[in-house]
């Protein structure tokens, strides 16, 4: 039995955490370096950083603050946002990421994702999937924070990106995400079952019960959340306590 992992998200904007709900309506959660540092002491298996806001406003992923918050973790941290080619990747993972996160320029360039893995490793290369339902059926890929609709299929996107060199798919779903209504059950299984590389579930947590539905019937190898942690609705150590009553192995 695999352990399970549980990820907060910092989502970057303007040097300060936020969340919105479906991917608008922003309110500020805290101070990057301070809210990793805590997630860390709370038990957090990683950490994700994501600059939400630098490739729609055209810029790179901010270095130094990444550099910041690398120095107070022990724990893996990713970083994504604005990540266009292998020197951002080289920039950004010698400021003290573990992994970077693919998604845009993933998408306009999917051989970025093998010159990545072939560089670094396919165990730093994480590429992120936002998707929001179709009316006809199946799952859209959207781009530069949720504002470009690409036509790519989410599920067959996902399989390229494994067959490419991607180590991890962290998989965000738009419909559901900041509702607190739960996680997309069907696009996740549906994701998780076609491919053999691990996929964090991302979107949606409102309750105890979210997280272990979304690892049982989504057959997710990771959750991520980041309002309920930010505003300390559900606790990390006590999300643990919960997972491990019900069968779900978690670290200590």
Same mark, same amino acid.
């Given at each position: 039995?695999?352990?399970?992992?549980? %990820?907060?998200?910092?989502?970057?904007?303007?040097?300060?955490?936020?969340?919105?709900?479906?991917?608008?309506?922003?309110?500020?959660?805290?101070?990057? #370096?301070?809210?990793?540092?805590?997630?860390?002491?709370?038990?957090?298996? =990683?950490?994700?950083?994501?600059?939400?806001?630098? &490739?729609? +406003?055209?810029?790179? &992923?901010?270095?130094?603050?990444?550099?910041?918050?690398?120095?107070?973790?022990?724990?893996? $941290?990713?970083?994504?946002?604005?990540?266009?080619?292998?020197?951002?990747?080289?920039?950004?993972?010698?400021?003290?990421?573990?992994? #970077?996160?693919?998604?845009?320029?993933? #998408?306009?360039?999917?051989?970025?994702?093998?010159?990545?893995? =072939?560089? $670094?490793?396919?165990?730093?290369? %994480?590429?992120?999937?936002?998707?929001?339902?179709?009316? +006809?059926?199946?799952?859209?890929?959207?781009?530069?924070?949720?504002?470009?609709?690409?036509?790519?299929?989410?599920?067959?996107?996902?399989?390229?990106?494994?067959?490419?060199?991607?180590?991890? %798919?962290?998989?965000?779903?738009?419909?559901?995400?900041?509702?607190?209504?739960?996680?997309?059950?069907?696009?996740?299984? =549906?994701?998780?079952?076609?491919?053999?590389?691990?996929?964090?579930?991302?979107?949606?947590?409102? &309750?105890?019960?979210? $997280?272990?539905?979304?690892?049982?019937?989504?057959?997710?190898?990771?959750?991520?959340?980041?309002?309920?942690?930010?505003?300390?609705?559900?606790?990390?150590?006590?999300?643990? =306590?919960?997972?491990?009553?019900?069968? %779900?192995?978690?670290?200590?």
């Amino acid at each position: 039995m695999h352990v399970r992992r549980i %990820i907060p998200c910092l989502d970057i904007k303007d040097g300060r955490v936020v969340k919105g709900v479906n991917f608008v309506d922003f309110r500020d959660a805290g101070d990057p #370096v301070e809210c990793a540092k805590a997630y860390q002491d709370a038990g957090a298996d =990683e950490i994700v950083f994501l600059d939400i806001s630098a &490739t729609s +406003e055209g810029r790179d &992923t901010v270095a130094c603050l990444v550099s910041k918050v690398a120095e107070q973790l022990s724990v893996p $941290f990713s970083v994504g946002g604005g990540i266009r080619t292998v020197n951002d990747m080289s920039a950004i993972l010698d400021a003290g990421a573990d992994k #970077v996160s693919l998604n845009s320029a993933a #998408v306009k360039n999917p051989s970025l994702i093998s010159e990545g893995a =072939e560089a $670094f490793g396919s165990q730093r290369i %994480i590429v992120a999937i936002d998707a929001k339902q179709k009316a +006809e059926g199946g799952w859209e890929v959207y781009t530069a924070g949720g504002n470009n609709a690409t036509g790519l299929d989410a599920v067959e996107w996902a399989m390229k990106a494994e067959r490419l060199g991607a180590g991890e %798919i962290l998989l965000t779903s738009m419909d559901k995400d900041g509702t607190k209504s739960g996680y997309d059950l069907e696009l996740t299984a =549906e994701i998780s079952s076609k491919v053999k590389i691990p996929v964090i579930a991302s979107g949606g947590a409102g &309750t105890y019960e979210h $997280f272990y539905d979304v690892l049982t019937k989504g057959k997710a190898s990771a959750v991520l959340a980041a309002s309920l942690f930010h505003f300390n609705e559900i606790s990390i150590p006590k999300l643990k =306590e919960y997972l491990q009553k019900r069968g %779900i192995l978690v670290s200590k």
